[in-house]
């Protein structure tokens, strides 16, 4: 894979994302559907999850699908490898579920990288979905310390200004690296991820599609998942 080409081509595609300002954009309304999705690799083959949860409502059902991988794994340019995975999982969807998600939740970053083109941001751009990502790892440097405590934040920034946040989810734990993917801003990521981490570090819906994933990874079953065999 050339690097030069990929980070220009990041670079071209970061200007159709559409970060809002803070209390604009998009905001979830109760029973909204919400799509959060997880990738697991063995190998060549890719294990995809897909949960679906209604805001302030029940969960819909967590679902899984393989895919054979034909790209690489190369740090910064995760969105060409995972990107298109997360698609066909949504076109899946789509055509077994008949739902239409108002708000996409991707395992990964948003904006908050190095051309701010983060895998969120490819999810949110080709469906024009609102997007958010949610990381256990960053990709950026921040300054500060975080106190441990459930609703604390950190920013994160580049040279331009604010592209995420170090988001404590529960007493005493690691943060999770939020950021918005498209449609949505920093400030609604962060209270969606927040409300929907209740009992855990990971948010649930997030927590249920790695979960899943990982156990069909390791070609088990987990009750209550549905699989939908092999996708491409």
Request: aromatic share 8%; proline share 5%; net charge positive.
């Amino acid at each position: 894979m050339n690097r030069t080409y990929l980070a220009e081509l990041q670079k071209k595609l970061a200007q159709k994302v559409c970060i809002p300002p803070d209390d604009s954009g998009y905001h979830p309304q109760k029973y909204d559907i919400i799509f959060s999705l997880d990738v697991h690799y063995v190998k060549d083959k890719a294990c995809i999850a897909l949960d679906v949860q209604k805001w302030k409502g029940g969960i819909v059902g967590t679902y899984v699908s393989t895919a054979k991988v034909e790209v690489p794994y190369v740090p910064q340019f995760f969105c060409f490898r995972e990107g298109p995975l997360l698609l066909e999982m949504l076109e899946a969807a789509k055509k077994r579920l008949s739902l239409q998600p108002e708000l996409i939740i991707v395992d990964g970053h948003g904006i908050a990288h190095p051309r701010r083109f983060g895998v969120a941001c490819w999810v949110g751009v080709n469906t024009d979905i609102p997007s958010i990502g949610c990381a256990k790892e960053t990709l950026m440097h921040y300054n500060g310390k975080i106190d441990k405590k459930r609703g604390n934040c950190l920013f994160i920034k580049d040279e331009k200004g604010v592209i995420g946040a170090v988001l404590v989810t529960r007493d005493n734990t690691k943060p999770v690296f939020v950021s918005p993917g498209h449609g949505v801003s920093l400030k609604t990521s962060i209270e969606v991820i927040l409300n929907l981490s209740s009992r855990y570090r990971i948010s649930e819906p997030l927590r249920r599609a790695d979960q899943s994933a990982k156990a069909y990874a390791k070609g088990m079953t987990l009750e209550g998942v549905t699989f939908w065999g092999e996708i491409a």
